[in-house]
């Protein structure tokens, strides 16, 4: 038989899925059989619903299979060794190297994922082999001026989810004088529905450490921080290990590049609060504190971390920043939208065919997203909506899917970019339900520093549960509307400005369905209890 | 956290001479912490912004964050015990009581939800007889929630302990914690 590289997706989601016994069972099987066969673990490759996936790679093609759980490892490699039957055809994800055969990975254009499921992430060697650092290098033979220019030029806007222009906002950090100054790395992914940092962290953690290297050199900055979640136990391993590794290197420690100046990469993990995502919380925690959001302005970029200077990207705007730096603003913006530059990574769920991690360029539309890429929904079942954004976003109804994937475009219908959860509902989904689950969170989340979001989310949430146990006052729907407003507008952070989006948005789209629980006292899709209230919801 | 505080109400006519208010029992802090939790308060003494940091790593190593050890930190870092409290009670992740030997997390992300995580919360919660955030009483599980683990497309999700169980039912989650280590296999 020919000699071949096997490449098992060994992130969080491979392993839920039993990629780690079907690896086990790899060393063995190959050992034991003593076939020319070399194992490599690596990340997602973003086919989630088809894990544990393993990529043969015998020079001649690349062909994925899925899933090979322990059991059809023995199956698999009869097959590879020429000696029994070939792999079942449902077990076959793609046979071509482009995967142009299997349009859930064809129709995407990876970019920040490029190398994600293709590297091995806890090797530096692997990184490097696929142009790694090469993009530092290049910035820093460049003055830091045009670098923040050449972010300005690629329309690269914040993905976190508020979009704010990435060159103006390290423009901002560049002009002050204050030191020293700070980049953080928001890796804090709070959104339910959302894991597009963690695959990127744990499938590629250099590219993410690069970006970061790119901007503190563009802003001045003379330390990082990067604030992860403890729910990422996998991402914070690659993530330490990546730094160590950088440290050998030379681009992070005591002397970087041999310049005689310090850069230090300190990783702070989360301990479980959602508000802590949004940036000024976010300082406070680093900082040890509890992660109260303060006043905007001033903003971090002129007073951040302990007052100083602190430039506050995510994961993904981070990530993407090396690519710009060797190909080009103008390849980068000439990807996406005439407003925004680039590529967006959605984590894709809920009640769809084929779920994971998707990236397109911006612009795609959401029926393109739901339809050609995720395979409609699931079992067959009617399209109901799409949620973006999580707590904060909202959510667009089949009428409105050939909106395009652009965050003014997305506004426009009520829901947001967000930071790219996309959650798909279907037929059997009950809106006021989702909405319910959503005020549950935000809830649950709020800080309770200001009264509106304290206060009127949980009122929010006793209307909500009133409605779906049957139980609704006349006039509930008109307290929940003025409720909306008043919390959007009055709270102090995002988490409470968003909070009543996802009622906002369910309510605009989805009347019907809050008619009937709370005048006819039924659920349509047969979810809420309706029971008065006797059981508990 | 209970302060000690418990003054000689019905002391005697023998005690009277005593102007102490609170009866001395020594200095509860006066032996030197273990060294274990030693080497991590030694490790980010002068840290500035090292709290939370040092919080997770006594979690880490002991489980739970006891009254004693919070006092420990809080005199020898140099921080109030009401600021170390207050960080505590803040984040979920924090936990003030010993948890059970396995540490069972219904996630209740949006995926999961659309995927019935509520109905294996609802089936736990009836089956183990115990509520959130609360332990068997043979101390074997500890049924909490957690707002996403991120491996939304294996959805509904279970994490016990460091393992990720994916596409759970709940007839499957409770198959899955009967089969746990630590039990008879039927107490669940």
């Not at chain 1, 029994?84 to 990876?110: C, H, I, M, N, T």
């Not at chain 1, 790219?420 to 909405?435: F, I, K, Q, S, Y």
């Not at chain 1, 507008?489 to 009937?516: I, K």
Request: charged share 20%; proline share 7%.
């Amino acid at each position: 038989m020919r000699p071949a590289t096997l490449r098992v997706g060994m992130s969080t989601c491979g392993l839920a899925a039993g990629a780690g016994a079907a690896h086990r069972a790899l060393t063995r099987e190959i050992a034991l059989r003593e076939l020319p066969l070399r194992l490599e673990g690596t990340g997602c490759l973003g086919a989630c619903h088809r894990e544990p996936l393993v990529e043969v790679l015998d020079g001649a093609g690349a062909v994925l299979y899925g899933p090979i759980t322990e059991e059809a490892v023995g199956p698999l490699l009869d097959h590879l060794s020429g000696a029994g039957a070939p792999v079942p055809e449902d077990r076959v994800v793609s046979r071509r190297g482009d995967r142009s055969d299997y349009p859930f990975l064809g129709r995407q254009q990876k970019l920040t994922t490029q190398l994600c499921g293709v590297i091995d992430p806890h090797s530096l060697d692997a990184y490097l082999a696929h142009g790694g650092y090469e993009a530092l290098r290049q910035a820093r033979r460049t003055p830091p001026e045009q670098v923040v220019e050449a972010v300005k030029a690629s329309r690269l806007r914040g993905r976190g989810g508020a979009g704010f222009p990435t060159g103006a906002k390290w423009e901002i950090s560049r002009a002050q004088r204050r030191r020293p100054k700070y980049v953080v790395c928001n890796a804090d992914e709070g959104d339910p529905g959302a894991f597009m940092d963690r695959t990127l962290i744990e499938g590629d953690p250099h590219r993410v450490i690069e970006g970061m290297l790119i901007g503190a050199w563009a802003t001045g900055a003379t330390g990082a921080y990067v604030y992860i979640r403890a729910e990422y136990p996998l991402a914070v391993a690659a993530l330490q290990e990546a730094i160590g590794q950088a440290r050998e290197l030379g681009v992070v420690g005591r002397d970087v590049f041999g310049t005689g100046t310090p850069f230090e990469i300190v990783v702070k993990e989360g301990a479980g609060a959602f508000v802590c995502g949004e940036e000024t919380a976010l300082m406070r925690s680093i900082e040890g504190h509890r992660g109260m959001p303060t006043m905007r302005p001033p903003y971090p970029s002129e007073h951040g971390l302990w007052g100083h200077p602190t430039t506050i990207n995510n994961v993904e705007t981070f990530a993407a920043v090396p690519s710009i730096m060797l190909e080009g603003p103008g390849w980068f913006a000439a990807m996406g939208t005439e407003r925004c530059g680039g590529t967006k990574a959605f984590a894709l769920a809920g009640a769809i065919e084929r779920s994971g991690l998707v990236e397109v360029p911006m612009g795609m539309t959401l029926r393109e997203m739901v339809y050609e890429i995720g395979g409609g929904c699931r079992g067959g079942r009617a399209f109901k909506a799409v949620q973006l954004g999580g707590p904060s976003g909202g959510c667009v109804p089949a009428g409105l899917l050939d909106t395009r994937i652009d965050y003014e475009d997305l506004r426009a219908t009520g829901a947001i970019m967000g930071s790219g959860g996309m959650v798909v509902a279907d037929e059997t989904n009950c809106m006021v339900d989702l909405a319910r689950f959503f005020l549950a969170f935000t809830q649950d989340e709020s800080c309770g520093k200001c009264v509106p979001c304290r206060v009127g989310a949980r009122k929010m949430l006793d209307l909500l549960t009133a409605a779906t146990q049957g139980r609704a006052a006349p006039g509930d729907l008109r307290r929940l509307e003025s409720l909306c407003r008043t919390v959007e507008a009055a709270s102090l952070c995002g988490l409470g400005q968003t909070a009543p989006n996802p009622v906002r948005t369910t309510l605009r789209y989805f009347p019907e369905e809050y008619a009937a629980h709370m005048e006819e006292r039924r659920c349509p899709a047969g979810v809420c209890p309706m029971s008065g209230g006797q059981e508990a919801a | 956290m209970s302060f000690d505080s418990s003054a000689p109400a019905d002391a005697g006519p023998r005690e009277r001479p005593r102007l102490r208010k609170f009866a001395y029992r020594g200095d509860p802090l006066a032996e030197p912490p273990p060294p274990e939790l030693s080497e991590i308060i030694s490790r980010h003494r002068g840290e500035r912004d090292g709290l939370i940091t040092v919080l997770e790593e006594i979690q880490r190593r002991f489980g739970y964050l006891g009254e004693r050890q919070l006092r420990y930190v809080a005199r020898d870092l140099g921080f109030p015990l009401a600021r170390i409290y207050g960080v505590v009670t803040f984040y979920n992740w924090f936990l003030l009581t010993p948890p059970g030997l396995h540490q069972v997390k219904v996630c209740r992300g949006t995926a999961c939800h659309v995927n019935g995580s509520a109905l294996i919360l609802d089936r736990l919660i009836a089956e183990l007889a115990i509520g959130v955030d609360e332990t068997t009483p043979d101390g074997r599980l500890t049924l909490q929630t957690v707002a996403c683990v991120g491996a939304c497309s294996l959805a509904a999700v279970v994490v016990v302990g460091s393992d990720t169980y994916g596409r759970m039912s709940p007839e499957e989650a409770l198959r899955t914690l009967a089969a746990l280590p630590g039990g008879d296999g039927d107490s669940g």
